[in-house]
């Protein structure tokens, strides 16, 4: 790497085929380049633009392959976010010394002053990259990257370059400013992403990343602008409270025009039920999936994000939990399978309940379990003291620092009933398909509806069915599919008369 022509000679010789060792041995190089004295910065920059722009294809196909992973396959989903967070840390880290460089006045600083704000703003790219691959592991997010984000954006304010418009990356979408960078970290920041799954995280990155020069940045609260952020703090950015003393260092900021352009994209997508052209989220998504982030996105960049429905209190309890439909079924009614063996033992985990309020409650999950966990897992769930399995949906995963993982849960129901399905019509007749699900609803609600779990992707809008519970039968009309998860429908049905 001493020499240019050298670099490009490394650089082409990187495994074209192998992307886990073209990225490993380009945060290598860049990691000796970083330890290695003597450097002019203007040649440091250089070879680190060349590793950049060399691991561009092979970043983006592992975060596609990772995105792709079955959770089950621990090894490799390790393997694949432990290569792309080292990349993006040793970019970040090496970017950001040529900004230290500079500082200190080192040979060749002068060579790179025009570059200093497209040098800056690809070190804050480089730390929003890691923010959202610590989301993607639902945390915790270092302090030291909340450190670095404002130590960067206040150089740019100090050196007058935060809202000069650069070519960021040689690209179609490279243009941008070191303040829109700087907005696309707090915005990601503040939008709540813990609840969603990993592919939905990756959708709400890229949207706000489409909509990051609309954001709206101020050194005074102001209107519209709901969250701050202090650059002298190692602090996430938090909500703007009532009694904030407002000091020099802080910077307040919202969604700004995005919030309109939001909804109306929202709106467009509901009428066309199909993503346009112009938003690039990085890959084809169904609309539905793309819709209930872009949905859940609007609902906390407004001026009132939803709050805690109930106040939580704190408890300590042993919780009995089975995850997935098919074990969800076959603890509600285990009798109903004649296959019984030991794996509804091995599948049963022990979780400790920290806190609970009306809607669900917080536990802690034991670190020899949970290859399985991930937002938006169904669940069956009994305490101690009761003798009814309930019902439950993950919404929440953290990180502890100890890698400790707490989760918040949604309850359903306190207590399921089984039942078995069939199509309306043929519960009669003796060749009718049964299907087992289970009934959330003790009773139906002021709508004469009830809220069913049925397998996964069972629901048909338009599909009468007849339901059979405790050995009494009930004419179901569809109302509408409340949510679909990897293996079960929660869905609502009116009960239209007893059979």
């Not at 330890?35 to 203007?42: I, K, S």
């Not at 954006?153 to 040689?170: C, G, N, Q, S, V």
């Not at 100890?402 to 306190?414: D, K, M, N, S, T």
Request: glycine share 10%.
């Amino acid at each position: 790497m001493a020499g240019i022509r050298q670099a490009k000679k490394l650089v082409s010789e990187l495994p074209a085929y192998d992307s886990i060792k073209a990225l490993d041995e380009v945060t290598f190089w860049l990691d000796s380049i970083g330890r290695t004295e003597g450097f002019r910065v203007d040649h440091r920059f250089e070879l680190i633009d060349l590793l950049d722009q060399a691991a561009k294809g092979h970043q983006r196909k592992l975060a596609q392959d990772y995105l792709a992973t079955d959770r089950q396959e621990k090894f490799r989903e390790n393997r694949l976010w432990n290569t792309l967070f080292d990349f993006w840390r040793h970019l970040g880290d090496a970017y950001g010394q040529c900004v230290k460089q500079f500082q200190s006045g080192a040979s060749g600083a002068g060579a790179i002053r025009k570059k200093l704000p497209t040098i800056v703003a690809r070190a804050l790219r480089a730390l929003t990259v890691q923010l959202k691959w610590s989301l993607l592991r639902y945390g915790p997010v270092d302090v030291r990257l909340w450190g670095e984000v404002g130590q960067l954006y206040l150089f740019a304010e100090t050196k007058r370059i935060a809202t000069e418009t650069i070519e960021i990356y040689p690209d179609a979408i490279g243009q941008g400013t070191v303040q829109q960078e700087f907005l696309k970290a707090m915005m990601l920041g503040v939008s709540s992403t813990g609840g969603l799954t990993p592919l939905r995280q990756e959708i709400a990155e890229r949207t706000v990343a489409h909509f990051g020069a609309m954001f709206t940045l101020q050194a005074r609260p102001t209107p519209g602008c709901n969250d701050y952020f202090d650059l002298s703090m190692h602090r996430p950015p938090a909500r703007v409270m009532k009694g904030l003393e407002p000091n020099e260092m802080m910077r307040f900021f919202g969604a700004g025009k995005a919030r309109r352009v939001l909804k109306h994209l929202i709106e467009e997508i509901k009428a066309t039920d199909a993503v346009p052209s112009h938003v690039n989220l990085g890959g084809m998504y169904d609309s539905g999936l793309v819709l209930s982030v872009l949905q859940q996105l609007a609902t906390y960049w407004s001026d009132k994000p939803p709050a805690r429905g109930s106040g939580r209190r704190k408890i300590a309890a042993r919780l009995t939990v089975v995850h997935g439909f098919r074990e969800v079924l076959r603890a509600v009614e285990p009798a109903a399978d004649e296959t019984l063996d030991l794996e509804q033992a091995t599948g049963t985990e022990s979780w400790i309940v920290e806190n609970v309020s009306e809607g669900g409650f917080g536990a802690v999950i034991p670190q020899v379990k949970g290859d399985w966990i991930k937002v938006g897992t169904i669940l069956a769930v009994q305490s101690e003291a009761s003798q009814f399995w309930a019902a439950a949906i993950i919404r929440r995963i953290t990180r502890d620092e100890y890698q400790l993982r707490h989760v918040g849960i949604q309850l359903l129901a306190q207590a399921v009933i089984p039942l078995q399905l069939a199509p309306a019509g043929s519960a009669s007749s003796g060749n009718a398909m049964r299907e087992p699900g289970v009934l959330l609803s003790p009773t139906p609600d002021r709508h004469g509806e009830i809220a069913l779990l049925l397998r996964g992707g069972s629901y048909t809008p338009g599909q009468g069915l007849e339901m059979n519970v405790r050995g009494k039968r009930y004419h179901l009309a569809p109302r509408k599919l409340v949510e679909g998860g990897d293996d079960f429908d929660w869905a609502k049905f009116k009960v239209m008369r007893r059979a």
